[in-house]
């Protein structure tokens, strides 16, 4: 299988994308491959879609269990994402969801930070349920508890769409039971 790997990325005109096509791919079933998949695509020199690969490098790391890395690939995504605005990843809202979710307290008001700013682009229900339900979570943390209430409400209104905006995948993006945990610790708040 690496041998055809190799092949197919000798004959590549942009080997830079297929690399971060791969690592991507296998970021969180073989996050180790991932993460040497995308060093040589690092050692190729700047791409256009760097801020792709931070963030398959962050869901690599996260699979491994390495969250301080992931959250050093998420902010290497937003401040590529920052200098080159055409190429959007999830990072923003990923990145304050892992914050959230974990309690990572020392993190808390630099993921509030980065959701004030992220406010175009949620299309997707789960990604407006991840969005407020980390600002749920952050702001009941600090004790800001009418704040917390309504982004609680919000993320959970967003969890029970049955319905996604997309005519033809309606069921893209919805809120999947892999959310469980988090939209019961929502509903107590």
Request: neutral net charge; proline residues 3%; hydrophobic residues 45%.
């Amino acid at each position: 299988m690496a041998a055809r790997f190799e092949d197919k990325l000798r004959r590549s005109r942009n080997k830079q994308h297929y690399l971060r096509v791969q690592a991507t791919t296998l970021a969180t079933s073989h996050p180790e491959v991932a993460l040497d998949l995308l060093e040589r695509y690092f050692s190729l020199g700047d791409s256009l879609d760097a801020a792709l690969a931070y963030q398959g490098r962050a869901d690599a790391y996260l699979a491994l269990g390495r969250t301080d890395d992931a959250i050093v690939a998420y902010e290497a995504a937003m401040r590529q994402e920052a200098a080159r605005p055409t190429v959007r990843t999830w990072a923003s809202i990923e990145f304050p969801y892992l914050v959230a979710v974990r309690d990572l307290t020392a993190y808390f008001a630099r993921a509030l930070e980065v959701l004030s700013m992220r406010n175009q682009g949620l299309v997707f229900p789960v990604i407006r349920f991840k969005a407020h339900a980390a600002a749920a979570l952050i702001l009941a943390a600090r004790g800001e508890a009418t704040s917390a209430h309504i982004e609680a409400e919000a993320a959970l209104r967003a969890a029970n769409e049955e319905r996604s905006e997309f005519e033809r995948h309606p069921k893209l993006g919805l809120v999947s039971e892999a959310y469980s945990d988090v939209i019961m610790r929502l509903k107590s708040l």
